[in-house]
């Protein structure tokens, strides 16, 4: 498949001055006095992406993906390195950027049209199409200074897609808008795809990079951590952001070695007690090929791996989990002694390893995980809450805590009472 868009080796470095005037000393000094700092936004980044593919980017705040999406829709220039592209680009980037805000949203929708390349006549042929997506009404004949933050990411959005570029490029924008105008935006954005457009898209909502990308890159501290398939990037990206949080409470700085994710650490938890006659000692969530993962399909078969080393010998100890939503509601639970798993007496020392294995029929949203070692008589020996998290997605939308998995049917059965079964009447 033919090549949409070539990364090389970009780099983009920022100089650093601790105040105005040491920037006029520098030059003054024609560079041998050095007065600066340099900070290097991206280091050597580099990927493909495919024409008519969706591709993803994410990462942390200041990680350096606006920085890149500026550098690709060429309006930064990069220190090393080059970016190749073919086609027309519209870039609906951060908030507030492209639009004039004394201007009305009609003045900004002809100066964006004619910065593409568009003619006077083909954009007031466009502009009805721009309004009737935007839905902004009457606000778009007046200063795009008195628009609402939605509002401005209506018209903005509208005005982007309009053009029918070659390559889209996304960066957060519509986050910004309501539920339904998000809804509208994702259905269009399907039917670009569908058309063959290239886009590149920026969000830190899993569930969209999920459901709309073929590929994906991880972006941390400036550089290429991982690309590949979304579900094992983003995967990747979770372990990130909870190595940070786990960095952020044991006060220790958020620094490149206490959030890599190739550090595993102790187990982490919210709450924790018990006697200490056991120790929970790993927590993990698998795929079926025995992978750590933080994104679970809805339906999709997983292990939840408990491993405990017991301090104190045990008669029969029991070994369970509880899930619980984002909201702490309990959803589900079990344990050996339901499961009718008898350990038998278990020595000082001895480590006890217990597997549990379902479907995670769930609806999409966030869960945490309890785990907990007991005697039979209910006396704790380790119970933590909280000790995993993990993210439910799903390309069927639906609502509640659950997913039944239900199909529909529909039949036409006529307009008239005497058209119906007999036992269907007053159904």
Same mark, same amino acid.
């Given at each position: 498949?033919?090549?949409?868009?070539?990364?090389?080796?970009?780099?983009?470095?920022?100089?650093?001055? !601790?105040?105005?005037?040491?920037?006029?000393?520098?030059?003054?000094?024609?560079?041998?006095?050095?007065?600066?700092?340099?900070?290097?936004?991206?280091?050597?980044?580099?990927?493909?992406?495919? !024409?008519?593919?969706?591709?993803?980017?994410?990462?942390?705040?200041?990680?350096?993906?606006?920085?890149?999406?500026?550098?690709?829709?060429?309006?930064?220039?990069?220190?090393?390195?080059?970016?190749?592209?073919?086609?027309?680009?519209?870039?609906?980037?951060?908030?507030?950027?492209?639009?004039?805000?004394?201007?009305?949203?009609?003045?900004?929708?002809?100066?964006?049209?004619?910065?593409?390349?568009?003619?006077?006549?083909?954009?007031?042929?466009?502009?009805?199409?721009?309004?009737?997506?935007?839905?902004?009404?009457?606000?778009?004949?007046?200063?795009?200074?008195?628009?609402?933050?939605?509002?401005?990411?209506?018209?903005?959005?509208?005005?982007?897609?309009?053009?029918?570029?070659?390559?889209?490029?996304?960066?957060?924008?519509?986050?910004?808008?309501?539920?339904?105008?998000?809804?509208?935006?994702?259905?269009?954005?399907?039917?670009?795809?569908?058309?063959?457009?290239?886009?590149?898209?920026?969000?830190?909502?899993?569930?969209?990079?999920?459901?709309?990308?073929?590929?994906?890159?991880?972006?941390?501290?400036?550089?290429?951590?991982?690309?590949?398939?979304?579900?094992?990037?983003?995967?990747?990206? !979770?372990?990130?952001?909870?190595?940070?949080?786990?960095? +952020?409470?044991?006060?220790?700085?958020?620094?490149?070695?206490?959030?890599?994710?190739?550090?595993?650490?102790?187990?982490? +938890?919210?709450?924790?007690?018990?006697?200490?006659?056991?120790?929970?000692?790993?927590?993990?969530? &698998?795929?079926?090929?025995?992978?750590?993962?933080?994104?679970?399909?809805?339906?999709?078969?997983? &292990?939840?791996?408990?491993?405990?080393?017991?301090?104190?010998?045990?008669?029969?100890?029991?070994?369970?989990?509880?899930?619980?939503?984002?909201?702490?509601?309990?959803?589900?639970?079990?344990?050996?002694?339901?499961?009718?798993?008898?350990?038998?007496?278990?020595?000082?020392?001895?480590?006890?390893?217990?597997?549990?294995?379902?479907?995670?029929?769930?609806?999409?949203?966030?869960?945490?995980?309890?785990?907990?070692?007991?005697?039979?008589?209910?006396?704790?020996?380790?119970?933590?809450?909280?000790?995993?998290?993990?993210?439910?997605?799903?390309?069927?939308?639906?609502?509640?805590?659950?997913?039944?998995?239900?199909?529909?049917?529909?039949?036409?059965?006529?307009?008239?009472?005497?058209?119906?079964?007999?036992?269907?009447?007053?159904?």
């Amino acid at each position: 498949m033919a090549v949409a868009i070539c990364v090389e080796d970009v780099s983009k470095q920022y100089r650093i001055y !601790q105040q105005p005037a040491d920037r006029l000393k520098e030059m003054i000094s024609r560079g041998r006095w050095k007065t600066h700092r340099e900070f290097w936004a991206l280091r050597d980044v580099s990927f493909e992406v495919e !024409q008519g593919t969706t591709f993803g980017i994410v990462g942390p705040n200041g990680c350096g993906k606006s920085t890149l999406l500026q550098i690709i829709a060429g309006t930064l220039e990069p220190t090393h390195g080059s970016v190749r592209h073919t086609g027309r680009i519209a870039a609906l980037l951060e908030l507030g950027a492209g639009f004039n805000p004394e201007f009305t949203g009609v003045e900004n929708v002809f100066m964006s049209a004619s910065l593409a390349g568009f003619s006077r006549a083909e954009t007031e042929a466009m502009l009805p199409e721009i309004e009737r997506f935007a839905e902004i009404g009457d606000f778009i004949y007046q200063p795009v200074k008195t628009y609402s933050s939605g509002m401005y990411v209506r018209l903005a959005f509208a005005t982007a897609i309009s053009a029918m570029p070659q390559i889209l490029i996304i960066d957060e924008a519509l986050a910004v808008g309501d539920t339904v105008f998000q809804h509208r935006c994702m259905r269009r954005l399907r039917e670009m795809q569908e058309s063959g457009m290239t886009i590149l898209f920026v969000s830190h909502d899993p569930g969209a990079i999920r459901a709309l990308c073929s590929r994906a890159v991880l972006l941390h501290a400036g550089r290429r951590e991982a690309i590949g398939k979304p579900t094992d990037v983003l995967n990747r990206y !979770q372990k990130l952001i909870m190595a940070r949080e786990d960095a +952020y409470e044991a006060g220790e700085p958020a620094t490149e070695e206490t959030i890599s994710t190739e550090n595993e650490g102790e187990v982490s +938890y919210v709450y924790r007690h018990g006697d200490g006659s056991a120790e929970v000692l790993r927590v993990d969530l &698998l795929n079926a090929a025995h992978k750590r993962i933080e994104f679970v399909e809805s339906g999709e078969a997983v &292990l939840l791996r408990v491993r405990a080393r017991f301090h104190a010998e045990a008669e029969a100890p029991v070994c369970g989990f509880l899930l619980r939503n984002r909201h702490g509601i309990h959803l589900y639970g079990t344990n050996t002694e339901l499961q009718q798993l008898d350990f038998g007496p278990v020595q000082r020392g001895e480590i006890v390893e217990v597997t549990f294995a379902f479907n995670c029929w769930l609806a999409p949203d966030t869960y945490s995980a309890t785990v907990a070692v007991h005697s039979a008589a209910g006396i704790s020996f380790d119970w933590l809450d909280g000790v995993l998290f993990f993210q439910v997605m799903s390309a069927v939308g639906m609502e509640g805590v659950s997913n039944l998995n239900a199909t529909a049917m529909t039949r036409r059965i006529g307009g008239h009472p005497a058209d119906l079964e007999p036992e269907t009447i007053g159904v």
